[in-house]
Each structure stands twice: as structure tokens, then as C-alpha cells.
């Protein structure tokens, strides 16, 4: 029922996606973040694109749940999503709401719309204060550590070139 309310803003799953819609929370471990997560993500989208994203998680072991909130992460429109989502989980988590836009519209960002982007895929929520989820905060330190270790091999790589 939470999984059908974040992918079709009701109890019971839209007729074509019945079937996909009682196989993600079996998938996800029952996890009420993972299941929020993942109905924001697979909303409005096609019975194809809900295939390819289960197929994805059922070779996920349930263990690892940090990869499957990844999948929402990499579904954000584009990289100014992703490196605002980024930011926000090093630097801005528990901070002044307010306080964040004026700082990050002065580097660039369309913060009041990232924000919104954010928090309606639930990898943010935002009152007066910026907070996020621990387990998201997790995944944006692995994205990090991942992204710091490929870079880091391509200057290696060039180096021994």
C-alpha cells in the first residue's frame, strides 16, 4: 500500500502495472524508505521501464539496499540533480533551509527547483531545515568514494601512458 501511494498517488496499483507493483516490495525487503524511493521513481513511467528497473533489483541481494536507492538517484533528469543531491548530503543536511538556496543559487544552481526535484523523489525533506534519510546519506558517500576512486584511476592511467 505505501508503494502503490508514492507510484500512483493511491492504495491499488493503475491497471497494466498490477503485476510489477507486487513485485517491488517483495524486492525491496519491505523497507518503507526503499518502497517510498521507489514508488517516486517508477511513477509515470512505462510497464517497459518498470520491468527494467525490477530486473535490476532482483539481482540485488537484499542486503544491499543502498543500491536500490541508487536507482533513484541515477533516474534524476540530469548531473545538476545529482551533484545538488551530492551537496547537500556533505554539507547541508541539518541546515537552514533558506541558508542553503542563498548559498547554493550563488554557485549556480536552480536550487528551488532541484530542491523540489529532491523531495519529490523522497531523497530529501525540507521544512524549515534541510534533512535526508541516513541510508540516502550513505548511498551519496558511496557515490562519492566511487566517484573519487575513478577519477583517481584515470589519472593513474594517464600517468603510466
Given at each position: 500500500?505505501?508503494?502503490?501511494?508514492?507510484?500512483?498517488?493511491?492504495?491499488?496499483?493503475?491497471?497494466?502495472?498490477?503485476?510489477?507493483?507486487?513485485?517491488?516490495?517483495?524486492?525491496?525487503?519491505?523497507?518503507?524508505?526503499?518502497?517510498?524511493?521507489?514508488?517516486?521513481?517508477?511513477?509515470?513511467k512505462s510497464v517497459d521501464e518498470w520491468e527494467s528497473a525490477?530486473?535490476?533489483?532482483?539481482?540485488?541481494?537484499?542486503?544491499?539496499?543502498?543500491?536500490?536507492?541508487?536507482?533513484?538517484?541515477?533516474?534524476?533528469?540530469?548531473?545538476?540533480?545529482?551533484?545538488?543531491?551530492?551537496?547537500?548530503?556533505?554539507?547541508?543536511?541539518?541546515?537552514?533551509?533558506?541558508?542553503?538556496?542563498?548559498?547554493?543559487?550563488?554557485?549556480?544552481?536552480?536550487?528551488?527547483?532541484?530542491?523540489?526535484?529532491?523531495?519529490?523523489?523522497?531523497?530529501?525533506?525540507?521544512?524549515?531545515?534541510?534533512?535526508?534519510?541516513?541510508?540516502?546519506?550513505?548511498?551519496?558517500?558511496?557515490?562519492?568514494?566511487?566517484?573519487?576512486?575513478?577519477?583517481?584511476?584515470?589519472?593513474?592511467?594517464?600517468?603510466?601512458?
Amino acid at each position: 500500500m505505501l508503494f502503490n501511494l508514492h507510484a500512483f498517488g493511491q492504495d491499488e496499483p493503475v491497471e497494466g502495472h498490477v503485476e510489477q507493483s507486487r513485485k517491488v516490495p517483495h524486492c525491496c525487503g519491505g523497507m518503507p524508505l526503499v518502497l517510498e524511493v521507489m514508488g517516486s521513481c517508477l511513477s509515470g513511467k512505462s510497464v517497459d521501464e518498470w520491468e527494467s528497473a525490477l530486473k535490476r533489483i532482483e539481482v540485488i541481494p537484499n542486503y544491499e539496499f543502498l543500491q536500490v536507492l541508487k536507482i533513484s538517484y541515477d533516474s534524476l533528469p540530469d548531473i545538476h540533480y545529482k551533484n545538488l543531491f551530492l551537496d547537500i548530503e556533505c554539507f547541508f543536511v541539518g541546515k537552514d533551509k533558506d541558508y542553503v538556496i542563498t548559498i547554493l543559487d550563488g554557485c549556480g544552481y536552480a536550487t528551488i527547483d532541484g530542491l523540489r526535484t529532491l523531495m519529490d523523489r523522497f531523497l530529501l525533506t525540507a521544512n524549515k531545515k534541510l534533512e535526508m534519510h541516513q541510508l540516502l546519506q550513505d548511498m551519496g558517500r558511496e557515490i562519492i568514494c566511487q566517484k573519487s576512486y575513478d577519477e583517481t584511476r584515470k589519472t593513474q592511467q594517464t600517468v603510466v601512458s
